[in-house]
């Protein structure tokens, strides 16, 4: 061991055992803090030479579709911090909330060095694994912070200065790490400050994004600061009823949590109506006008921006009633012709006050969540909450506390707060289980208690609370053959099933050359429409789109952003698609000389398209190689999906799509859904 880690390794022990030279490492508790937790909770050698923990190309892959909606935001922030930090040593990366790096901008100076280290895609950066450092401590501490040299808890990492602040959603949850890390020599001062501001213009820019359909309230207490970085932004529902607040909003009106102000109406925060807030803005042409906050009667500057899907739509009225299924634009804005959309949100009009349960199915992406959220927005529950919960993205051990909350302390390790359940946040509105087939069997027996006696007991606690939700939920598997397998209760089978609507597959909708122009626009910036080629657009219809909606907003998200100008054309999409259809058979494409970069950079960061009927064809190599590697694990287990899914460590619900995507089936066809 050198003298300098030597060293080292003295002076973390000094500070964790006896607090000395505590001061000394001058960056106040929190390294502190992260030290005492490295040797004490996680037991870590200071002076670890152990390998650098990298996850399988399968899981990376996996995590970076998680978090596919920030990543598509975050890649375009990450450019541009580069290219302000560019020559100054630096890489730029993005972890998710376990601190698995899911991409990486290096510094050709400093990538090979830092490969060394392990900063590199998928590589895991957790404190647990690296000690304090960055990212790691970042995610633990939930604050931007730097770890400069010698306050990395391995000596491995001393050499390394990082600027690290934390990304969250809008509903406050942690979803990952922007960082900048180089060479301690090289550090800069004010690195930590553009990193936060480039986080805090990913969490605006996937806010205002997310919420695009919806009303936008944009503020700020001086009106040339609306439309900048450090605005407010309020999502309100056509009846001005909130249902998200960025970070800077709830800052700047001086609330900590976004659940003291969704589900209120807008009227409740502003003196001034919904209806009226929208007249006034779209009278001063969107120039902010003032407003008052009712509590404190502090003056903000707002606009508010229309929906996009529904530029022409109606405007709120002075006294608007809520909505009646007459007037149902969420829900008829979902067909553009195909006939099967059109009849689904005719049973939908029928259904909708009725209280019937629904459930919703269809190919993973192919719109079940908007379906369900247009049905909300179309009923008489608009203005109440409209709460989403995935029982496949829930840790088992978490879904049951997410569903039914807990009280204060029911629990070691439960908030000193409790918890309010999602179906209690549901309370008046609708509460869409996403995924339903992969609920805990456990859970599902007292899902159906929940159901049937429409009353709820938190954990901990002893008073059942009334509950009034209309219930929607959905699953892209056969549950059936779930209750075949005893994985699905038939009890709560029956119960769920009052309705069922099956979503279209985006390959077989006859409105899809329509759709594919809106989801353009929904994807453009407001006020600046990107236009489509017309051979790009034919090039488009023909895709075969095993992922749908999602996949196909996903490239045109991705070909937006990186486009040269206005008008996309076929040099604008990634090889593999334009593969794709020639070996279907269509017309041969030639994207002309050097047209390919662009593309290619596409080709990049999205999933390729099914390839036909040819089965790995279409696939780039990496995908051809995942291709192979879940073929032999599905013959080991003899095509039992739930060995190999337990195996790899996902849930069956992913291996699903996987083999969708990989455009793998069954020898036996018909035992494949
Ligand atoms: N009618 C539509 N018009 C425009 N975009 C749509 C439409 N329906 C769905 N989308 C978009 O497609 C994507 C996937 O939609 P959604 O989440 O509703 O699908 P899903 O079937 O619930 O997916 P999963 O099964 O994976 O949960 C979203 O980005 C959504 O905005």
Not at 262 to 265: N, P, S
């Given at each position: 061991m050198s003298k300098f880690a030597v060293d080292h390794v003295k002076r973390v022990h000094s500070v964790v055992h006896?607090?000395?030279g505590a001061d000394c490492i001058g960056a106040g508790n929190r390294i502190t803090r992260s030290w005492i937790r490295c040797l004490n909770e996680y037991q870590l050698n200071p002076d670890s030479c152990a390998e650098p923990e990298v996850v399988a190309p399968i899981e990376l892959q996996e995590r970076q579709e998680r978090l596919a909606d920030v990543q598509a935001v975050a890649k375009v922030e990450m450019t541009n911090l580069y290219q302000q930090l560019a020559g100054s040593g630096y890489a730029i990366m993005l972890t998710d909330r376990e601190g698995v790096l899911l991409n990486y901008f290096g510094d050709p100076a400093f990538t090979h060095a830092a490969s060394k280290t392990g900063l590199m895609q998928g590589a895991v950066w957790s404190e647990r694994v690296q000690g304090t450092n960055g990212m790691g401590t970042c995610l633990v501490e939930r604050r931007p912070l730097t770890v400069h040299q010698d306050e990395h808890y391995l000596s491995r990492n001393i050499g390394l200065s990082c600027a690290a602040a934390p990304i969250f959603d809008h509903e406050g949850e942690l979803v990952g790490v922007l960082d900048a890390s180089g060479e301690s020599r090289l550090a800069q001062q004010h690195t930590l400050a553009l990193v936060s501001m480039s986080v805090q213009m990913i969490e605006n820019r996937v806010f205002l994004h997310q919420f695009r359909h919806d009303y936008i309230l944009r503020f700020h207490n001086r009106p040339e600061f609306v439309g900048t970085l450090s605005e407010g932004a309020i999502a309100l529902s056509?009846?001005?009823?909130?249902?998200a607040a960025s970070r800077a909003a709830l800052s700047l009106l001086g609330y900590t949590r976004p659940e003291e102000i969704?589900?209120?109406?807008v009227c409740e925060l502003f003196n001034i109506t919904f209806p009226g807030l929208v007249d006034s803005s779209t009278r001063r042409a969107f120039h902010p006008v003032p407003i008052f906050e009712v509590r404190s009667n502090a003056r903000f500057f707002a606009v508010v921006y229309q929906p996009v899907a529904h530029s022409n739509a109606r405007r709120p009225q002075r006294g608007a009633a809520l909505p009646t299924p007459a007037e149902t634009s969420a829900l008829d804005a979902l067909h553009l012709g195909d006939p099967a959309m059109r009849a689904n949100v005719d049973t939908a009009r029928r259904v909708m006050e009725r209280n019937v349960s629904i459930v919703l199915l269809g190919e993973t992406g192919s719109g079940k969540e908007r379906f369900a959220r247009a049905m909300h927005l179309s009923s008489s529950r608009a203005s109440r909450p409209f709460i989403a919960i995935n029982c496949a993205s829930i840790p088992e051990s978490l879904i049951e506390s997410e569903l039914f909350g807990y009280r204060p302390?029911?629990?070691?390790?439960?908030?000193?707060?409790?918890q309010r359940g999602k179906l209690l946040q549901a309370n008046g509105g609708t509460l869409f289980l996403d995924e339903i087939g992969d609920m805990p069997v456990a859970l599902q027996a007292r899902l159906l208690r929940v159901l049937e006696e429409r009353e709820v007991v938190p954990l901990g606690g002893e008073t059942p609370v009334k509950l009034d939700i209309r219930l929607i939920s959905a699953t892209h598997c056969d549950l059936l053959q779930k209750i075949e397998s005893g994985a699905f209760r038939e009890d709560l089978y029956y119960r769920l099933q009052g309705v069922t609507f099956t979503m279209p597959p985006l390959r077989d909708r006859q409105d899809r050359c329509a759709l594919i122009r809106q989801l353009a626009l929904e994807e453009s910036d407001a006020g600046c429409p990107v236009e489509l080629d017309d051979k790009l657009l034919a090039v488009l219809d023909r895709q075969h789109w095993p992922g749908n909606l999602r996949q196909l907003r996903h490239l045109l998200r991705t070909m937006i952003a990186l486009r040269a100008t206005d008008r996309l054309t076929l040099?604008?999409?990634?090889p593999e698609y334009r593969h794709g259809l020639v070996e279907a058979g269509a017309a041969a494409i030639t994207p002309a000389a050097g047209s390919a970069s662009a593309g290619a950079a596409v080709s990049a960061v999205l999933p390729a398209p099914a390839p036909g009927n040819k089965p790995g064809a279409g696939l780039n190599p990496f995908e051809c190689a995942e291709r192979e590697v879940l073929l032999q694990e599905l013959k080991r287990h003899q095509w039992n999906l739930s060995g190999v899914a337990r195996e790899l460590n996902i849930s069956r619900n992913t291996l699903y799509r996987k083999l969708q995507r990989l455009n793998i089936e069954h020898p036996d066809k018909s035992l494949f859904h």
């Open positions: 006896d607090r000395i056509i009846t001005g009823t909130v249902l969704v589900g209120r109406d302390g029911a629990f070691t390790g439960a908030s000193k707060e409790g040099e604008d999409l990634p």
